[in-house]
């Protein structure tokens, strides 16, 4: 039903490169008239500040001191040594600070000072993703799953796919209009997060506009990564893989039983389709009695990169380019799978990662999952951006779908603009191969992948600031004593640290592993310190786990920093200095416990993949009422149920440290 008509002029998209990010798109306004109706409709958010508003102001990641640099590698791989090893490392850091390293510093900075409308890491981070030729899944492609809706009705497939299309679609309008509200940190929200603060900085030029916020203790954060959410594929190629990216596609594609389908989510005046409108295009689809794919194209996506490319190439050249490209183009791939969770947190973990393989397409910049019970959530490529991007789109479809859904239970589909058609293949022997293969070697990998799970209700995240102590370095504890339980050692640790503060800042490395943790560990396990004394030392690692954190958000840490001087070094033919071949780095970077949080209320699960054979892959939560994590690794060489195990009994240890 048409409540408002308004003629606006709209955002038509032109997008140029940015130098030094072979991403990031700017985006350019062109003047064309269309009729809106139903206005309030068509966006999620009407801000006031434009999207990209703080986006010209925004700080520049610094690059970090060579000394400090030098002082923070040393720090962080004491405890992973022997005394001779870490004199050893000492003398060829102090080399590498005073000698090669100072000449590739000057480098990088003058570098920088040429590329002043980026950051220092972001082409090598763009880089290192699109060069590595491992497969997408469980590799790289991240997982989070939405807490269920309270009201049950609701979590029928049909009704919570089509909710949350809706409002997925109207968070791109609002960001593709520049109406999406800008995303910021705000130190005290009850000083900040207000109209005032909305209208005083909106009045601020754009160059000057982030100084503004930060006089409110605000700290907007960098918005670039938003695009890549919709409309963007990446595209394997030998050797490096490219983004592909429509900044003007109309329509998503639906997978189901591994077949795909397709459909505008926009009417013939540009509109976004009634909510009637969209549950008669999904209903359709739903319907579609098509039997399960023989030959399930998804697959392909799950193998090494190089394999992949090859494959693509020979479908392109037997006639599938445009079926293909209308995958690569669409909004983003809405997954509608058969399979029944019923609360299940194994099945959940397991088939948000990976899945079968069959009804999946990984390449995309996230697929939307529904199971047949309505459990949903997002798996996402990781190349074109970060959990920041993610989470705010995460968080504001599922607030808007739990609490102010458009379709309920006695919606009625519409018949009209059913525009939903199914995408053929013309697959040859060939093909069929590749795919019975794809099939096989996948099913063998997944196999060998253990998962497990711990929900620990005895602490929970105002317990612990309760009692003066971080909920992440309590978790980071947890995950150190259960490690050193089980092997009796300790090992490169990584823990995700955002830089969004800065201007395409990425992500820094966090080294939760330090000498006051090792002190914790030893003196738990060797029951030679009474609980008092465990408590002393561990409030010395909270302080120090606090500090690290804030160095690594605030661009002072030292990971990142060394890998584009390793890159500088390449880049202009000079030798390889040989810290870069020493024991020390490449022991502290096999992350045998690589570790990331995303919480949110409306996160039921999050996860990932072990980035080293040998190693765990620890997605974990401190929520209000317990804490969470989940725990991947590879049979051969790991038993995530033993781990879990061992970070019960390392959470019941600190707790009754902390309750002493």
């Not at 494959?311 to 669409?330: C, V, W």
């Not at 808007?400 to 939903?420: A, G, L, R, W, Y």
């Amino acid at each position: 039903m048409i409540t408002a008509s308004k003629i606006i002029k709209p955002t038509k998209t032109s997008i140029t490169l940015h130098s030094g990010n072979p991403y990031v798109l700017q985006i350019r306004n062109t003047s064309r008239y269309r009729k809106i109706r139903d206005v309030n409709y068509q966006y999620i958010q009407q801000s006031k500040l434009p999207t990209m508003h703080f986006q010209k102001s925004l700080p520049r990641l610094p690059i970090p001191d060579l000394s400090k640099t030098g002082e923070r590698f040393l720090r962080s791989i004491k405890p992973l040594l022997t005394d001779d090893q870490y004199n050893q490392s000492e003398r060829r850091t102090l080399d590498f600070v005073t000698n090669d390293g100072k000449i590739l510093q000057e480098k990088l900075i003058a570098k920088d000072n040429r590329c002043k409308n980026t950051s220092y890491i972001s082409e090598y981070w763009f880089d290192l993703y699109l060069r590595d030729r491992a497969a997408l899944p469980i590799n790289y492609n991240p997982l989070l799953v939405f807490q269920n809706d309270s009201r049950t009705a609701y979590n029928d497939q049909l009704l919570r796919a089509t909710n949350l299309l809706i409002s997925a679609v109207r968070f791109m309008s609002s960001l593709r209009e520049q109406i999406l509200e800008p995303e910021v940190y705000h130190l005290n929200p009850k000083k900040s997060n207000t109209q005032t603060f909305r209208t005083i900085t909106g009045l601020l030029p754009e160059a000057v506009s982030w100084y503004g916020a930060y006089l409110f203790k605000a700290f907007p954060l960098d918005m670039s990564q938003f695009v890549g959410l919709f409309g963007g594929t990446r595209l394997p190629q030998l050797n490096k893989d490219k983004i592909f990216h429509d900044p003007s596609s109309k329509h998503v594609v639906v997978q189901k039983n591994g077949n795909f389908y397709i459909f505008d989510v926009f009417d013939a005046d540009g509109n976004i389709l009634s909510p009637s409108e969209f549950l008669g295009n999904l209903s359709t689809i739903i319907k579609d009695d098509t039997p399960k794919a023989a030959h399930p194209l998804g697959i392909l996506t799950c193998q090494n990169r190089d394999v992949w490319a090859e494959q693509r190439a020979h479908l392109e050249s037997t006639g599938n380019q445009e079926s293909l490209r209308k995958i690569d183009s669409a909004i983003f791939n809405l997954v509608l799978d058969d399979i029944v969770i019923q609360d299940d947190k194994h099945k959940i973990l397991k088939h948000f990662l990976h899945g079968e393989g069959t009804n999946k397409w990984f390449d995309k910049s996230f697929s939307l999952i529904v199971t047949a019970d309505g459990v949903s959530g997002v798996n996402f490529e990781h190349s074109w951006g970060d959990g920041v991007a993610v989470l705010r789109f995460f968080q504001d479809v599922y607030n808007e779908t739990t609490s102010k859904p458009f379709v309920h239970p006695d919606t009625k589909p519409s018949d009209s603009n059913i525009t939903v058609s199914k995408l053929d293949f013309n697959l040859d022997d060939k093909s069929k191969d590749f795919i019975e293969m794809a099939k096989k070697e996948y099913n063998q990998w997944c196999e060998s992948l253990s998962i497990d799970y711990i929900l620990y209700e005895g602490l929970t995240k105002e317990a612990c600031k309760k009692f003066k102590v971080s909920p992440d370095c309590i978790m980071q504890l947890g995950f150190q004593a259960a490690h050193h339980l089980l092997r009796g050692n300790y090992v490169g640790t990584y823990e995700s640290c955002s830089t969004s503060a800065f201007k395409h800042g990425r992500t820094e490395t966090m080294r939760p592993c330090t000498e006051k943790t090792k002190e914790f560990c030893d003196s738990l396990h060797l029951n030679k310190s009474s609980k008092e004394e465990l408590r002393a030392i561990m409030q010395e690692c909270s302080t120090n786990h606090s500090q690290l954190v804030k160095e690594a958000a605030m661009g002072q840490g030292f990971d990142r920093h060394l890998f584009a001087l390793k890159k500088i070094a390449a880049e202009n033919n000079l030798p390889r200095p040989e810290l870069y071949d020493s024991y020390e780095y490449k022991y502290l970077n096999k992350s045998i416990l690589s570790t990331s949080t995303l919480s949110a209320p409306s996160v039921m699960a999050g996860g990932f993949g072990p980035v080293v054979k040998e190693g765990f892959g620890i997605g974990y939560s401190a929520f209000p009422d317990k804490l969470g994590a989940a725990v991947t690794s590879y049979k051969h060489y790991n038993d995530s149920s033993q781990f879990i195990e061992a970070l019960h009994k390392s959470f019941v240890d600190i707790t009754k440290i902390l309750s002493c």
